[in-house]
Each structure stands twice: as C-alpha cells, then as structure tokens.
C-alpha cells in the first residue's frame, strides 16, 4: 500500500497550490480519503475529505470557501486545491485513505506561505 503526496512547496500569502496523492495497493474507489495537516508544535487535524462512490465532502471551517477536495477514481488519485493560503496554512498535509477496517497514511508534503 502506498500513498505518495505531491505538489507542496513554497508560496506567498494569497497565492495557490494544488496537492495531489497517489494511491496504490488497494482498492481506491471504496475508501474515503482525507487530507490532513500538522503544523510543529501542534497536533495534526482534519482538513478535508471526501466519500466514495458519493463524494460527499466536508472542510474544516478554516479552509472552508479557500480549499477543495476532490477525487478521480480512475487515476486513484485526490486533490486538494489550495487557494488564497494563508501562513497560517504553512504545514505538513498528509493524506489519509480510510477504509471499513483499516487506513493508510502518506508519508505529507510541505506546504510554506510566507512572503
């Protein structure tokens, strides 16, 4: 089973990013997959996740409005678009893949706002 994030990096206040997580080594389209995040210092929490076949979603309120999940099954791959970040987004996304018995962790991508 693996899940490799990508796309983190540096940006500026009001910029964007798009992270994108690959999986592997089960059955994608009946887990709900998630991103959360982790700042040092702080534990790590729910951003954002989405059902599957449904793709039903839910935010955090703090990124509600700025950030979107989303889902492609037949890539076995989910997103988060990042829009007008904030440095108070500045952290380590890790994606999570749930299933009815079991889940997968990545191993999180940085996201950096700063000027």
């Known amino acids: 089973v693996q899940l490799v994030e990508s796309g983190g990096g540096l940006v500026q206040p009001g910029g964007s990013l798009r992270l994108s997580c690959a999986a592997s080594g089960f059955t994608f389209s009946r887990y709900t997959m998630s991103w959360y995040r982790q700042a040092p210092g702080r534990e790590r929490y729910l951003v954002a996740g989405i059902s599957s076949p449904a793709g039903s979603t839910n935010y955090a309120d703090s990124v509600k409005g700025r950030f979107t999940i989303s889902r492609d099954n037949t890539k076995n791959t989910v997103y988060l678009q990042m829009n007008s970040l904030k440095p108070e987004d500045t952290a380590k996304y890790y994606c999570?893949?749930?299933?009815?018995?079991?889940?997968?962790w990545g191993q999180g991508t940085q996201v950096t706002v700063s000027s």
């Open positions: 999570h893949a749930r299933g009815r018995i079991e889940e997968h």
